[in-house]
């Protein structure tokens, strides 16, 4: 062996390769003979020995699913004499398996027919395995992009696009195929313009180039090497033109040794949630019956108003409006009567204001309009002919007729006004005085007329209280909380076994002296505003103790629970648990046996008091309910904290739900997140057949209202 056969053979070696040398037979490489050298016997699994062997034996040696692209490819180089690379696999005696890669060349004869093949062959079994594992971990990778919900796109180093998943493409209406190479401003085109709650998407012509901080999301992460979190006010720009909302990120791709090959950008659409949310945030301005801006959001509007007034010296007046004979078409025909009553007044009033007068429900049957840049003579004839209205229009129901007046109170809201609340008194009180001097007119209201009203109004309701205290003339009703289903969960609440409506809410009234039931919405307020509301909440769970008591002394054994209203005043009281302790003292009651109601928006005024009264008397085995849940439309975020037994819905959402679908999924998530705190639900305003068998369909556990029961006195032992 000549020095260079040496130098060739340690190279080969060194580079695991082997020669391959076939000898044709005629020009035909079935019929040749394999010359492999000692390392090239090694590469089948045989002992490391020179090898002759005809084609048709190594042939076994190679896998059956390569053979026939095999022998292909080497007799049409060997046909046409030119050179040949081929991958393929063989298998060992042992059955193990390994690829083979070959690269050789066919010499031929003056004749051009080829006498044999030479060339190398070498084992490539570890990289083909890491090329197939790569592969395979790339292709579950896509099938893994392609099944998730959210829109995964992908760009190199310069930010062009390189992927996206199956999502990604019914988004942005590019395929991958079209995709790839384009710059990932075009394929995923965005605009960050924020949208303001309730606001329509973006026309096509608002939508400006990403600049600055609205620099598109995967340029942004490829500049600054790092990843970008979500975004909430990006709109998602389609091939065809169309906006969709949604939410995008976008985090570097690194490789192994620290260089970032480009980025990724995951995305979704929230169409759903951002409509949700303006739902909600219209609900929390607006009063669902009507459509009108409720009492709080007309509160900012004149809050707006006052700061133009007094900044800019501008003169706006404010009309306060209680219709008349309201409670007769309610107490004849119905709460259904009333509502479309409510309804149709305000598209009729709607109807006769400029576009920038602002009208709203206050509550029950009172509205209020702010009339912006109007000075107080043009504001009369303004709520005049708003009073004329209302006296003109003629409401039928189901064949009665009812005329329907209006007393309206104005007030001007000029610099020297001093606050919106007082602002809104003084309508309230000028309001008020249009009824005392006859009711169907408009009062202007005058400095004079706030502090008469005061006056009036605190010494009348003070010493009607106070009357009642001492000639005791408040009693007591109770309104039943009637179970509809089982409880969550499948764990039936045991009083729900008993075969009775175990459970009542007990309420107030005052009877005055021609006989007269006073309902709370008159006097309450008023208990509110001069502090007598822990005297009522005080009297109302002695007399709740007592009658409990009471029912003992008879001989009546069946278990009860008892709801109680509490004040947020009475949240404050410090003295209040001692008080209650010693009433369950006296009287022998089991505290399971009461049941303390709160509303929503006491709660969350007096939160940390609240927590630790309600905490105090829980150990103790009472009951708690909340009310009005719903109402703040921030109610989720505080329930968690609170140690509530039943969630009562609140009634607005109740009262409409057969018409409105909105109320329905609301009342249906109120409902399923109760349950999933372990609450029972309660639904208020229960009134008919109807809206009793859609809430007993979403699951609520309890209802009240006339559609399962009725308001009744308890005996005058309790009173």
């Not at 590019?174 to 965005?190: F, N």
């Not at 007094?310 to 004979?325: E, N, R, T, W």
């Not at 009775?500 to 309420?507: C, F, G």
């Not at 009546?556 to 003295?575: F, I, M, Q, T």
Request: glycine share 8%.
């Amino acid at each position: 062996m000549s020095d260079l056969d040496t130098r060739l053979g340690l190279a080969m070696s060194a580079a695991h390769m082997a020669v391959w040398d076939s000898v044709l037979a005629d020009g035909s490489v079935a019929g040749s003979t394999v010359y492999w050298s000692a390392d090239g016997a090694t590469l089948l699994g045989l002992p490391e020995i020179k090898l002759e062997q005809p084609f048709s034996a190594f042939l076994q040696f190679v896998h059956p699913a390569d053979r026939d692209e095999l022998f292909h490819r080497m007799q049409d180089a060997a046909d046409r004499c030119t050179p040949y690379e081929l991958e393929y696999r063989v298998q060992w005696p042992n059955g193990s398996m390994h690829w083979l890669a070959a690269k050789a060349c066919a010499q031929c004869d003056e004749r051009g027919r080829a006498v044999r093949t030479l060339g190398v062959v070498w084992d490539v079994t570890q990289a083909k395995l890491r090329e197939l594992e790569a592969a395979a971990q790339r292709e579950l990778a896509e099938v893994t992009l392609a099944s998730i919900g959210d829109g995964v796109a992908t760009t190199d180093a310069q930010g062009n696009t390189r992927f996206m998943n199956r999502v990604a493409e019914q988004l942005t209406g590019w395929s991958r195929e079209l995709a790839v190479g384009k710059p990932i401003e075009q394929t995923l085109k965005l605009a960050y313009e924020p949208l303001a709650p309730g606001a329509a998407p973006l026309a096509h012509s608002q939508v400006r180039e990403p600049a600055g901080k609205d620099e598109h999301a995967a340029r942004r992460c490829l500049r600054l090497r790092q990843s970008i979190g979500v975004s909430n006010g990006a709109q998602l720009i389609t091939r065809d033109g169309r906006q969709i909302p949604i939410e995008d990120s976008a985090s570097p791709i690194w490789s192994e040794s620290g260089e970032m090959l480009g980025a990724v950008l995951v995305f979704r659409d929230v169409s759903h949630e951002r409509k949700l949310t303006q739902q909600l945030s219209w609900y929390a301005s607006h009063d669902p019956l009507t459509g009108l801006i409720n009492r709080r959001e007309f509160e900012q509007q004149i809050a707006a108003a006052l700061h133009t007034a007094k900044h800019d010296g501008h003169s706006h007046a404010l009309l306060y409006i209680d219709l008349d004979q309201f409670k007769i078409v309610n107490d004849t025909c119905g709460h259904s009567a009333g509502d479309v009553l409510l309804q149709l007044l305000a598209k009729m009033l709607q109807a006769q204001l400029r576009d920038s007068d602002v009208l709203a429900r206050l509550g029950g049957d009172e509205l209020g309009v702010l009339l912006p840049h109007c000075p107080p003579d043009q504001a009369m004839l303004v709520a005049d002919q708003l009073r004329q209205s209302i006296k003109n229009f003629r409401f039928v129901w189901d064949s009665r007729s009812f005329d329907i007046g209006a007393s309206i109170g104005l007030v001007e809201v000029t610099h020297d006004s001093k606050s919106m609340t007082e602002l809104l008194m003084a309508a309230d009180q000028a309001c008020y005085l249009a009824k005392e001097h006859g009711r169907n007119r408009v009062h202007l209201y005058m400095e004079s007329d706030l502090k008469l009203a005061q006056r009036q109004g605190e010494m009348q309701w003070v010493s009607r209280l106070n009357d009642a205290f001492e000639h005791d003339a408040f009693r007591l009703y109770a309104l039943p909380i009637v179970p509809l289903a089982a409880a969550p969960g499948g764990q039936p609440d045991q009083r729900r076994q008993a075969g009775e409506a175990a459970h009542d809410e007990v309420l107030i009234r005052i009877q005055n002296d021609e006989g007269e039931l006073i309902p709370p919405g008159a006097f309450i307020p008023a208990a509110e505003r001069y502090d007598l509301m822990v005297a009522i909440d005080r009297w109302v769970i002695r007399a709740v103790c007592r009658y409990i008591h009471g029912r003992r002394v008879a001989g009546h054994r069946a278990e009860a629970l008892y709801s109680v209203n509490l004040s947020g005043s009475s949240l404050n009281d410090e003295g209040l648990h001692d008080y209650i302790l010693d009433q369950f003292s006296e009287f022998g009651i089991d505290p399971a046996a009461i049941c303390f109601e709160i509303t929503e928006t006491a709660v969350i005024a007096n939160l940390p008091q609240a927590q630790a009264f309600m905490a105090r008397l829980k150990t103790l085995g009472c009951r708690f309910s909340l009310d009005d849940f719903g109402s703040g439309l921030s109610s989720f975020a505080y329930l968690k904290a609170l140690p509530v037994d039943y969630l009562k819905i609140d009634g607005m959402f109740i009262r409409d739900i057969k018409q409105n679908t909105i109320n329905y999924a609301l009342v249906k998530a109120i409902n399923e997140v109760g349950h999933v705190m372990g609450m029972l639900t309660v639904a208020e305003y229960v009134e008919d057949e109807e809206t009793l068998a859609l809430v007993r369909r979403l699951g609520v556990d309890y209802a009240q209202g006339h559609a399962v029961g009725t308001l009744r006195p308890l005996p005058a032992g309790a009173n």
